[in-house]
């Protein structure tokens, strides 16, 4: 509720303020629903990046001769 000392438009401006603020959140909420799918997506190819070159690095490995 406003303050009864508020002035001519501010309840108006306060208003406008918070539908302002809401689209901002929305807006914001679906740009970090698409960044968190993402970063899902560049989780998995690391995990498959490191899937591949471990088992390079182990046919590496068994290739050396033995000390």
């Given at each position: 509720?406003?303050?009864?000392?508020?002035?001519?438009g501010q309840a108006?401006?306060?208003?406008?303020?918070?539908?302002s603020t809401r689209?901002?959140?929305?807006?914001?909420?679906g740009?970090?629903?698409k960044i968190e799918s993402r970063m899902t997506s560049l989780e998995r190819m690391?995990?498959?990046i490191q899937q591949e070159h471990g088992v390079l690095l182990r046919e590496?490995?068994?290739?050396?001769?033995s000390k």
């Open positions: 509720m406003l303050e009864t000392w508020a002035g001519p108006e401006a306060l208003a406008q303020t918070i539908r689209t901002d959140v929305t807006d914001i909420k740009r970090m629903t690391v995990t498959v590496i490995l068994d290739r050396l001769p």
